[in-house]
């Protein structure tokens, strides 16, 4: 055993003897590679453990061994991101609770996890992001809004046949949205029934995802029906304020969010950063280190 594994492997006992102290409600382990079980033999922290993987097969491998698993995308993250990602799709799930005490134990995708936060369900990772932001409301699919969330890291990641797009996809209050907003082009989805625009479809969300070169918005209903592509949201709020450098397309979707009960996601075009508006402000912000080319 080389110095490296060695530390590696003691610095993993040290986080789950941590996970076993009665103030930690549960154990976030973001990494493809299970831990040992002569590791968790014996230890209180194996009932906390959620691993969070990168690929559906992994997770249902767990999932038959008793374990607790969920999907994140496998693009390359900063460890941050890989957290805010892996908890934001946990408290979609309804894994976590207001005031829970999570301990997050991540690293480059590939690699040993060499990084070890805690999170308060409710408090910030950093001063710029509020995880009870995700808390959207009893009207939201959580299901939904999960997996728009995904699809817009895959558009924010990958593009359209290797060329950067952005784009906007507002959730709820769909009524309001379409009467602030006119059709650019025609609409794709239009004469579909809507079994078959849901988004929790695979294939619908593949359409959105070629779609999303098209200008304007997206008009997705609470329950994952796609309403509209191709929308011009003509809302405006002059009183909300975006950050510098953040152009109209985040303007839009403030302005959207501010005058409506719908929330919005932003892929940008220049960086691939994911953005959740609701009321006007940023509630949820994903970067990734490295686009696809």
């Known amino acids: 055993m080389t110095e490296g594994t060695k530390f590696d492997r003691e610095f993993l006992r040290s986080a789950l003897s941590l996970a076993a102290r009665n103030d930690v409600n549960h154990f976030l382990y973001i990494c493809d590679t299970p831990i040992a079980p002569e590791d968790l033999r014996g230890r209180p922290a194996r009932r906390k453990l959620i691993y969070a993987v990168t690929s559906d097969k992994i997770a249902q491998e767990y999932i038959h061994r008793q374990l607790r698993a969920l999907v994140i995308p496998a693009y390359d993250y900063s460890r941050t991101e890989r957290v805010k990602v892996a908890l934001v799709s946990a408290l979609s799930q309804g894994a976590f609770k207001e005031g829970d005490l999570v301990l997050c134990m991540t690293g480059k995708v590939g690699k040993a996890p060499d990084t070890l936060m805690q999170m308060h369900i409710g408090g910030s990772l950093d001063d710029r992001v509020a995880i009870e932001g995700v808390k959207l409301g009893d009207e939201f699919n959580s299901q939904v809004v ?3 969330i995904q699809l817009a890291l895959q558009i924010g990641q990958e593009g359209f ?3 950067p797009i952005g784009t906007i996809i507002t959730i709820g209050d769909h009524t309001t949205v379409l009467e602030k907003s006119r059709q650019m082009t025609i609409n794709p989805f239009q004469g579909l029934s809507e079994a078959e625009r849901n988004v929790l479809d695979p294939k619908i969300r593949e359409a959105i995802k070629n779609f999303s070169v098209l200008d304007g918005a997206f008009v997705i209903r609470e329950d994952g029906v ?3 592509a191709g929308r011009y949201l003509s809302s405006t709020d002059e009183s909300v304020k975006i950050p510098l450098g953040l ?3 985040h303007a ?3 302005g959207i969010t501010s005058t409506t009960h719908c929330i919005s996601l932003v892929v940008s075009q220049t960086s691939g950063a994911v953005r959740l508006f ?3 402000n ?3 912000e994903l970067h990734q280190t490295a686009r696809r080319t």
């Open 226 to 228: 796609v309403l509209a």
């Open 146 to 148: 999960d997996a728009l």
């Open 247 to 249: 152009g109209a397309r």
């Open 161 to 163: 046949e290797g060329h």
């Open 282 to 284: 940023i509630v949820l």
């Open 278 to 280: 609701k009321g006007g």
């Open 252 to 254: 839009a979707a403030a």
